[in-house]
């Protein structure tokens, strides 16, 4: 079982595999009041292929919907995550701005 916390005064959301309490992996991001920015998402080698990255992308995903935020996804895994899972898509940050070239 994979267990994800948000750790804000570190910027990054840690998962857990079976209660251990070292870190199998963390996405950090950059918080604002409308959106949240996944900048880097990194997981030990040994829990690759376990459901590590997806169970952080999905907790960090299903908080930043439940706090009605916007999402901006420089990490290209959360961006590859997000376009394989269309329920999520609604969450990504689109710019506002009108200028042009």
């Not at 959301?13 to 009041?33: F, L, M, N």
């Not at 930043?64 to 999402?71: D, E, G, H």
């Amino acid at each position: 079982m994979v267990e994800v916390k948000d750790v804000p005064e570190a910027k990054q959301y840690e998962a857990r595999v079976d209660g251990e309490s070292r870190v199998a992996g963390v996405a950090q991001y950059i918080r604002t009041a409308e959106l949240v920015a996944f900048v880097h998402t990194e997981v030990s080698p040994e829990y690759e292929g376990k459901g590590v990255g997806s169970a952080l992308a999905r907790t960090a995903l299903d908080e930043a919907r439940a706090a009605n935020l916007r999402v901006l996804a420089t990490c290209p895994f959360f961006a590859g995550w997000i376009a394989r899972h269309p329920e999520y898509q609604d969450l990504v940050y689109q710019s506002r701005s009108r200028v042009s070239d």
